[in-house]
Antibody
Framework: QVQLQESGPGLVKPSGTLFLTCAVSGGSISSSNWWSWVRQPPGKGLEWIGEIYHSGTSNYNPSLKSRLTISVDKSKNQFSLKLNSVTAADTAVYYCARQGDYGTKNLDFWGQGTLVTVSS | EIVLTQSPDFQSVTPKEKVTITCRAS??????LHWYQQKPDQSPKLLVK???QSISGVPSRFSGSGSGTDFTLTINSLEPEDAAAYYC?????????FGGGTKVEIK
C-alpha cells in the first residue's frame, strides 16, 4: 500500500518561500505514475497545483507557474514543491497525491495534508 | 481552463435516501472525470474514476455516470458515514481542475 507524507514549515512569512516535501513509502517514485500537489484554502475547495514524473518532466497550474518549482529526488524516494513570493492567499492545506497506474490521471493515494499559514 | 460546476452546493438528506450530485464541464471532457469524498479534517478519497469505473473497497452504493459535459455521482441508500464533501475532478486537459464541491449533511 502506497503511503505519502508531507513535511515542511507550518508558517511562512509574506514574500518568503514555501517549501514542502512528500515522502513516498510502500512504492517507488520511479514507477510509471505521476505525482501531484493539490491545495485547499481553509473552508474552500481543491486546487490543482502541478505534477511531476520521475524523469523530471513537470506540468504546472498557469496561475502559479511563475512562482512554482516541483522537483523529484529519486535517491530519497520523494518529491518537493517550492513556491516563491507567497502571500496570505497561499495559506492552505497542501496535499501530495499519486496519480493512477498505466497513465490514468485519477488521484488514488493522498497524503494526510499539511497546513501552511502565510503570516508575519 | 475547463471549469467544472457542481450542483447542488449543499444537500441535507435522511438516511436511506438516494443522493444525486451533478458536475457539468465547460467543454467536452470525454469520460476523464473522477469523484472524491472528503470527510472533515481528512484528505480526499477516490470514489469513482473515469466517470463510471468503480474503485476497489468503495461501497457499491456509490456509482457514477455520464460523458462529454454532464456527469452524475449517485449514492444509493445514504448511510450516516456518508456525511462529507464531494468533489469532481477533470483530467482531460491541463490544468486539471476540480468542481466547487457539494456538502452532504445527514438529517
Amino acid at each position: 500500500q502506497v503511503q505519502l507524507q508531507e513535511s515542511g514549515p507550518g508558517l511562512v512569512k509574506p514574500s518568503g518561500t514555501l517549501f514542502l516535501t512528500c515522502a513516498v513509502s510502500g512504492g517507488s517514485i520511479s514507477s510509471s505514475n505521476w505525482w501531484s500537489w493539490v491545495r485547499q484554502p481553509p473552508g474552500k475547495g481543491l486546487e490543482w497545483i502541478g505534477e511531476i514524473y520521475h524523469s523530471g518532466t513537470s506540468n504546472y497550474n498557469p496561475s502559479l507557474k511563475s512562482r512554482l518549482t516541483i522537483s523529484v529526488d529519486k535517491s530519497k524516494n520523494q518529491f518537493s514543491l517550492k513556491l516563491n513570493s507567497v502571500t496570505a492567499a497561499d495559506t492552505a492545506v497542501y496535499y501530495c497525491a499519486r496519480q493512477g497506474d498505466y497513465g490514468t490521471k485519477n488521484l488514488d493515494f493522498w497524503g494526510q495534508g499539511t497546513l501552511v499559514t502565510v503570516s508575519s | 481552463e475547463i471549469v467544472l460546476t457542481q450542483s447542488p452546493d449543499f444537500q441535507s438528506v435522511t438516511p436511506k435516501e438516494k443522493v444525486t450530485i451533478t458536475c457539468r464541464a465547460s467543454q467536452s471532457i470525454g469520460s476523464s472525470l473522477h469523484w472524491y469524498q472528503q470527510k472533515p479534517d481528512q484528505s480526499p478519497k477516490l470514489l469513482v474514476k473515469y466517470a463510471s469505473q468503480s474503485i476497489s473497497g468503495v461501497p457499491s452504493r456509490f456509482s457514477g455516470s455520464g460523458s462529454g459535459t454532464d456527469f452524475t455521482l449517485t449514492i444509493n441508500s445514504l448511510e450516516p458515514e456518508d456525511a462529507a464533501a464531494y468533489y469532481c475532478h477533470q483530467s482531460s486537459s491541463l490544468p486539471a481542475t476540480f468542481g466547487g464541491g457539494t456538502k452532504v449533511e445527514i438529517k
